[in-house]
Structure formats: structure tokens, C-alpha cells
């Protein structure tokens, strides 16, 4: 019961890294696109620009990690659940705005944005099934 | 799965947080057994029994009887 509990006080911990580990991402992923805008500058300095958000995004997978490890049974199939419901939406997101970028109905648009939205559509369908 | 976990909590008069505490899972978790939206895994449905001191088959009936589940004994 003891480890139990320690668990719990673990996962509560961590309920804060995730949303933070966010943010950090998002804020340093449009930093670096302000950043690479600004003309003229060392090509390191794009390069630099352009891995900026990595290390958030690291932070991101480590802190996802720790609250998978400390989740329980019901919990982890919720996330298995959404996932397999974000794989075929995301997929088919994907394709379908592929096919219109080809046929010239749309410009050219950065895909991934749309992907964390499959994610959640799964994980509040989920949520609601064991509700 | 019919089960009487509801039951078996109220007359403890533990909330589903305190059971949740005890068997070291989710509210939400004891939320979705109750209300037979989600099946206990094995080690999970053995901590239940273990913890109310009934076997499997007095707190589960995987058949559905509603009044099957009724029927059970505390192990002495």
C-alpha cells in the first residue's frame, strides 16, 4: 500500500510536466520560427533556430513517459484507445491533404499541426467511453 | 460484467476515492468497474478480493445474473 501510495504522489507530481513541457515547446517552437525569419543571420544561427524546440520536445516524451509508468490499468487502455483512434485519423489526414496539395487546392501547410488534435478527439471519446 | 463493488464499498462506508486508495488505482477506475463500463484485469479483480475477503466469483458473475452476484459469502 505504501509504494501504491508513493505512486500516486509520483504521478501527481508529475501532472504539472506535461502541460509545461507543452507550453515550453510551443513557445520555443514559434521563437524559432520568429527567429528564422529575421534575414541575414549565420547559417549556424538557423540551425540553431530550427533545433530549438527539441529539447522541450525531449521533455515532452520523458514527462508522457513518467505518467505512463505511473498510471493505472484503466488509465494506460484509455491512452491505448485514443491512439489507436489518432493513428487512422491522423493517417487519413494526412492523405487527404496530400491528394488536395497535389491537385493545387491547397498551398503547402505544415501537416503536424493538425496531428495533436487526432490525439485528443481519441483521448475525449475515451475518456466519455469509461465515463 | 455485473459486479458488487458498489455494495460491497457501502457497507464499508468508503468512498471510491478510499477505495481507489486502497487498491491503488484511479477513482475513475473504481467509477468505470461499478458502473460495468470497464472489466477489472486479474491482479486487480484478486486485490478486490483479497481486500473484502470474498473470492472472485462472489464480487464478479461474469454471466450476468443480476441476482447471481447476490449470493456470496465472506471467507472466514
Known sequence: MTAVTQSQVKTSKLDWMVPASVAGFIVAYFGARILMKIPDLPRALYFAAALLPAPAFLWFLWSMARVQKHADELQRRIQLEALAIAWPLSLAIVMTVSLLQKAGFLGWEPMWVYLPSTYFVGLIWAVRRYQ | ?76
Not at chain 2, 12 to 35: F, H, K, P
Open chain 2, 1 to 76: 460484467m455485473k459486479n458488487r463493488l458498489r455494495i460491497l464499498r457501502a457497507e464499508r462506508n468508503w468512498t471510491q476515492g478510499d477505495l481507489a486508495e486502497r487498491l491503488g488505482v484511479s477513482r475513475q477506475t473504481i467509477n468505470a468497474i461499478e458502473t460495468e463500463k470497464y472489466d477489472p484485469s486479474l491482479p486487480l479483480a484478486f486485490d478486490m478480493a483479497r481486500l473484502f475477503a470474498m473470492s472472485i466469483e462472489s464480487i464478479f458473475d461474469p454471466y450476468g445474473d443480476p441476482n447471481g452476484s447476490g449470493t456470496a459469502k465472506e471467507e472466514k
